[in-house]
């Protein structure tokens, strides 16, 4: 059965929207491979970041991307939240931000 991935909200999905045109692909593209064959592709595509939160590492010419997501049961996804990233460390109120959704998905 395939995998379905959904957002936290409309604000999550119209931030992807708002990432230039490479790192968008390159993020639809892994998304597609998660629907096919699961949240867990592993490096470069996708990284564990602890106590169930995961992210989708999508780079493209203008930049790099990061997508928080976990998994929910009945096979789905839910895309936590997302930025452009502009330093080598992931930003502290990114992963805040995102750990907050997640304790509110799995409660």
Request: aromatic share 8%; with cysteine; hydrophobic share 45%.
């Amino acid at each position: 059965m395939a995998w379905q991935l959904s957002y936290y909200s409309p604000k999550v999905a119209a931030l992807i929207d708002a990432w230039p045109a490479g790192v968008r692909a390159c993020f639809m593209r892994i998304a597609q491979t998660m629907a096919v064959h699961g949240p867990d592709l592993g490096m470069p595509h996708t990284r564990a970041m602890g106590g169930g939160l995961f992210e989708v590492r999508a780079k493209g010419r203008e930049g790099i991307g990061r997508a928080f997501y976990c998994t929910v049961i009945g096979q789905r996804i839910v895309i936590l939240h997302a930025f452009i990233k502009k330093t080598e460390q992931t930003p502290a109120r990114e992963l805040e931000t995102a750990r907050a959704r997640l304790k509110e998905v799995k409660t």
